[in-house]
């Protein structure tokens, strides 16, 4: 009875043993693995058999990529000016063992190294250059980083430079050189607006006077054909009515009578004095000389 009983017991603890000796290492992880207190494997995701008492698990680590935001640093630019900076890492592990073996306090280590390359490439800037050139910041930072990392098994995916905060004094500096060049853009922007106004309205007056003259010379140009005109009318009227009169063969008795009418209209003029021919054909020959002249 007691065989069984210990029998019994037995098989529970290597029913215990063998569970205790399955491990699942979840998706996105590695385990290190020490055997006698010297490395022996790195397990990735899926199950695995741990020998009890002689095998350990290390260290369980993420693949993920993972982000540390550190504190602001404090550095100093090439021209003398204190300012504080932000900084944002984003790394994954890529070796679990060298991480394990490699560094003691990852994180402290990237942050140190982090602020140290700050201060070393914002130190050969000016302030200016600082505040405008994060993206050659973030890229030598990242460059150093990864190289200092990689045989720690960490690889430095990106660096984000957030925050740049300067004294105030420099601020309000910085604030009042704003406000000036924006009066001074305003000011620009003004004259430029009124310069266009004055070109606008000399182009429109000159225009119009353009058009003013076009109107005048139009207005002229037709008058001058309408007077021509009339002037041919009468004309060719005359030379109508005097070829009517021609081909009528008028006698000397309509011609005296004629002549007598154009006596009277000159008697009837300014002249003082009248020359009356001897004979009527004189009158009428006068008369019709007149009558042309007009």
């Known amino acids: ?5 210990i029998l019994f017991v037995l098989l529970i603890i290597v029913a215990v043993v ?5 491990c699942i290492v979840p998706q996105g992880n590695d385990w290190v693995i020490e055997r006698l207190g010297k490395y022996a494997a790195t397990w990735h995701a899926g199950l695995h058999l741990r020998t009890p008492i002689l095998e350990r698990v290390v260290r369980k680590i993420s693949l993920k990529e993972q982000v540390a935001d550190f504190e602001p640093q404090s550095v100093i630019t090439k021209d003398n000016v204190t300012m504080n900076v932000d900084s944002v890492v984003y790394f994954k592990v890529i070796d679990p063992q060298a991480l394990t073996y490699g560094v003691e306090r990852p994180i ?5 190294l982090c602020a140290t ?9 000016t302030l200016d250059e600082t505040l405008t050139s994060r993206e050659k910041i973030n890229n030598e930072t990242i460059k150093v980083l990864d190289e200092a990392t990689n045989k ?3 690889d430095i995916t990106r660096v984000e430079v957030q925050n740049i905060t300067p004294p105030k004094s420099i601020q309000e500096a910085m604030e009042k050189q704003m406000k000036a060049e924006r009066e001074k853009r305003a000011i620009i922007l003004t004259a430029e607006g009124e310069k266009q106004s ?3 309205r000399a182009e429109g007056e000159k225009e119009s006077a353009i058009l003013r003259a076009d109107a005048v010379r139009e207005e002229r140009i037709r008058t001058a054909q309408g007077e021509a005109e009339a002037i041919r009318a009468v ?3 005359k030379a109508q009515a005097i070829e009517m009169v021609n081909r009528a063969a008028p006698s000397k008795e309509y011609l005296s009578i004629r002549s007598m009418e154009a006596a009277e209209k000159m008697a009837d003029g300014q002249a003082t004095k009248i020359i009356v021919p001897s004979d009527l054909q004189g009158v009428a020959t006068l008369a019709k000389v007149f009558e042309e002249s007009k």
Do not use: D, P
């Open 198 to 200: 004055a070109i606008t």
């Open 235 to 237: 004309a060719e009227a």
């Open 1 to 5: 009875m007691k065989f069984i009983i």
């Open 108 to 112: 402290a280590a990237i942050e140190n």
């Open 152 to 154: 720690w098994g960490i």
């Open 117 to 125: 390359t700050l201060r070393n490439i914002i130190g050969s800037m």
């Open 18 to 22: 063998a569970i205790s000796s399955l």
